[in-house]
């Protein structure tokens, strides 16, 4: 890969290579790598449990903390894109579309500074 910065293409390709090279395919099944997503995903939202946002804000200056984020971002990402690749789904394709999905639902006029969240709970 070099010193370029990858595309998705080419990450997801990185990560087939890893799964082949070591004879995992028969464990990647769709519903496994999003269980094991799910999972890292755990294991982000725990970096961040018990933390005040001051405590948040003050951890992610520390080089320890944020080299632990970058590894749990990287776990939940690499099952993502395993699962994309084997349900042959474009995430690139798959995000755009979303967010365009996400503009048409919330449009600017009407969300701008607002929580869908919290306005679903008064409705």
Not at 31 to 47: D, F, K, W
């Amino acid at each position: 890969m070099g010193d370029s910065v990858p595309t998705l293409d080419e990450l997801i390709s990185l990560i087939r290579k890893f799964v082949e090279e070591r004879n995992w395919e028969q464990y990647n099944k769709p519903a496994a790598l999003a269980v094991s997503a799910s999972i890292e995903m755990g294991e982000l939202l725990e970096l961040f449990q018990w933390k005040s946002d001051d405590e948040v804000k003050d951890a992610l200056k520390d080089k320890t903390f944020n080299s632990a984020l970058a590894g749990e971002i990287a776990d939940v990402m690499v099952y993502l894109l395993r699962i994309c690749d084997k349900a042959g789904i474009d995430p690139t394709k798959a995000i755009v579309d979303k967010m365009k999905q996400n503009s048409d639902k919330y449009p600017v006029e009407e969300w701008e500074g607002k929580a869908p969240s919290k306005l679903n709970q008064s409705q």
